[in-house]
């Protein structure tokens, strides 16, 4: 199994500004995903992060709100960028889709 | 378009009351089912993969099944402890990587 450490675990942030979430896993994965969990709703995938590749965005996110780097094998950065309150939102990492990271809660105000 | 629908939306249990939570779901093609815990204010816990129609996985109190077009997952005499969010999602053949999230069954286990 895989050990996914997430940093910040929460922030509250000011709208207009942007938030750099961090993923480290504990092995070398080829394969990352980033998730947005919103208010008492189920996971939507934002994007598939692979090393050395640009990341695969799905319908409704694109890469100038949510640019993602995967400079290794290891670790991958989610930003959310000129927050607006309707991205409160909890954003998830996981590897290999069995296991996540315990998410950064976001709330923009 | 692939689809997951959980039901119910929400279940209280008394202890030792044994019930199940199903998951209904629309694929071209599965390739997994996976059923996942959920705690406030955590991360998805995985508990099972179910690849095949038939399949069945138990992991203490749970039991998951799969058939072509739904899964259950089985609390038997549940502990307040298993009171959590169980979420499945669907992986479709021509689609790795790519996981379908059913919008999760709020459980609630009082003494």
């Known amino acids: 199994s895989a050990v996914i450490s997430q940093k910040p675990s929460r922030d509250i942030c000011q709208r207009g500004t942007s938030l750099t979430i961090q993923c480290q896993v504990d092995?070398?994965?080829?394969?990352m995903f980033w998730y947005r969990q919103q208010p008492g709703q189920s996971l939507t995938l934002i994007a598939t992060?692979?090393?050395?590749?640009?990341?695969?965005?799905e319908s409704g996110f694109v890469i100038d709100k949510f640019p993602i780097s995967r400079p290794n094998l290891t670790f991958s950065t989610l930003t959310v960028s000129n927050m607006s309150p309707e991205d409160s939102s909890i954003y998830l990492c996981?590897?290999?889709?069995?296991?996540f990271g315990q998410g950064t809660r976001l709330t923009v105000v | 378009e692939d689809q997951v629908t959980q039901s119910p939306e929400a279940l209280r249990l008394q202890e030792g009351e044994s019930s199940s939570l199903n998951c209904s779901y629309t694929?071209?093609?599965?390739?997994?089912l996976f059923w996942y815990r959920q705690d406030p204010g955590k991360g998805p816990e995985f508990l099972f993969t179910?690849?095949?129609a038939g399949e069945e996985k138990e992991k203490e109190r749970l039991k998951a099944t799969l058939t072509k077009k739904e899964s259950f997952l089985h609390i038997t005499a549940p502990k307040p402890e298993d009171s959590a969010t169980y979420l499945c999602a669907v992986q479709a053949s021509d689609s790795w990587g790519k996981f379908q999230f059913g919008a999760g069954t709020q459980v609630v286990v009082t003494p």
């Open positions: 992060a692979n090393q050395g590749s640009e990341a695969t965005y």
């Open positions: 694929v071209s093609g599965l390739r997994g």
């Open positions: 996981s590897v290999d889709q069995a296991f």
């Open positions: 092995s070398q994965v080829t394969m």
């Open positions: 179910l690849y095949s």
